[in-house]
């Protein structure tokens, strides 16, 4: 099937979209959002939405498009139409990209299911803690990508966990499922917003545990019974060992909060 894309609103071919309208993507100006699309819906537009207009609000530098654009019911007619003519998949994965004063929505197949994900190493090399530009999904992400499919985590110069290369990270630590706070830092990912707005996270035959955001010490892993990594595509993933070592509550923790993120979806 040809790739198609949605530019400013409009389905076009996406080999029609040349550089040439978006120039500032040569040179990382602009932000994105990757989004899961479930059944032509597309998972917690909205929060998808307030986060990227809070980076164009906080950076001049990369130009707004039109109002209209970035309104949840102009993406949800657009992508809807997609899936309708059979452009796009009604599972899928979306990327909504503003540059130039555009908007740019591209897709791809959702991630299949990996199983549980390894930990071998801590990378405290680049992330300086109360440094804002992690809390911004802008298409200089290079720090990010180039970690991307790596067995580590970040961590920042004071030995406290950031998140993972393209998720947030959550550890069973002292009674609760802890992540960091954002000025670790770590990208306000939506699927831990949700997590955190849920307060809470039934676990079958274990009961209720509280869900919080609290500075983790890289020590503090060597104690953790599980640790889950969220993202906007495959939700919650388990970590299923650590250096070396078994996690053996990561896969239950994961499939509660799959279940209460499938029960809210927010879309």
């Not at 809070?54 to 309104?71: K, M, N, T």
């Not at 503003?98 to 994900?117: K, Q």
């Not at 079958?204 to 983790?216: D, M, Q």
């Amino acid at each position: 099937m040809e790739p198609w894309a949605i530019f400013d609103g409009r389905c076009r071919p996406l080999a029609e979209v040349t550089v040439a309208e978006l120039p500032h993507l040569l040179v990382g100006a602009g932000f994105f959002e990757t989004m899961r699309v479930d059944a032509g819906v597309v998972l917690r537009l909205e929060a998808h939405l307030a986060r990227l207009r809070a980076s164009l609000a906080a950076v001049a530098a990369v130009q707004s498009p039109r109002a209209e654009l970035l309104e949840a019911p102009t993406l949800r007619r657009s992508i809807g139409e997609a899936v309708d003519r059979g452009l796009v998949a009604p599972d899928t994965a979306a990327r909504l990209t503003v540059v130039s004063g555009h908007t740019l929505v591209t897709f791809r197949p959702l991630p299949s299911d990996e199983g549980p994900a390894v930990i071998e190493g801590i990378d405290a090399s680049t992330y300086r803690h109360g440094d804002v530009w992690p809390n911004r999904k802008s298409l200089s992400y290079l720090r990010s990508y180039a970690a991307a499919g790596t067995p580590v985590l970040f961590a920042n110069e004071r030995g406290e966990l950031c998140e993972a290369p393209t998720a947030n990270v959550f550890v069973l630590h002292a009674g609760a499922l802890v992540t960091p706070p954002l000025d670790a830092p770590c990208l306000p990912g939506i699927t831990r917003g949700a997590l955190l707005a849920a307060g809470t996270l039934t676990v079958p035959e274990r009961g209720s545990l509280p869900v919080r955001e609290s500075a983790l010490a890289v020590g503090d892993l060597a104690a953790a019974e599980g640790i889950i990594l969220t993202s906007a595509l495959r939700l919650a993933q388990p970590v299923g060992t650590i250096f070396g070592r078994a996690l053996p509550r990561s896969a239950e923790l994961a499939r509660a909060a799959y279940g209460a993120l499938c029960r809210s979806t927010g879309a």
